[in-house]
């Protein structure tokens, strides 16, 4: 599967911003989708992902009740509605895929990226 980011942009604090995520190939609706976040000098973090389904939706703690991540599989897309934004949002946006559903925390549990959106929140 082929992962197209988009929707990022230049916000001010407590702004909002949806991404996109459009995915290639018929199965879209069979894999779990998520959402990580890597600001300058830092590693590449989990920010949400959502099963296959979109019955089951996680979560980092950072951006709970903020960020609600939601999918079209009729559209193959996922989304990140990002609220109530905050400098350190501040990150470029990956989205990614994966059969499994086991280790959507992790980077190493998704095989496909997407090849990000830049966030950008100004205080």
């Known amino acids: 599967v082929q992962l197209q980011a988009s929707g990022g942009g230049l916000v001010q604090a407590g702004g909002s911003l949806r991404l996109s995520c459009a995915a290639s190939?018929?199965?879209?609706?069979?894999?779990?989708m998520g959402w990580f976040c890597q600001a300058p000098g830092k590693e590449r973090e989990f920010v949400a992902a959502?099963?296959?389904?979109?019955?089951?939706?996680y979560y980092a703690d950072s951006v709970k009740g903020r960020f609600t991540i939601s999918r079209d599989n009729a559209k193959n897309t996922v989304y990140l509605q990002m609220n109530s934004l905050k400098p350190e949002d501040t990150a470029v946006y990956y989205c990614?895929?994966?059969?499994?559903?086991?280790?959507?925390?992790?980077?190493?549990?998704?095989?496909?990226w997407g090849q990000g959106t830049q966030v950008t929140v100004s205080s």
């Open positions: 990614a895929a994966d059969l499994k559903s086991g280790t959507v925390y992790y980077t190493t549990g998704y095989s496909y």
């Open positions: 190939g018929r199965t879209f609706s069979r894999y779990t």
């Open positions: 959502i099963s296959w389904s979109g019955g089951s939706t």
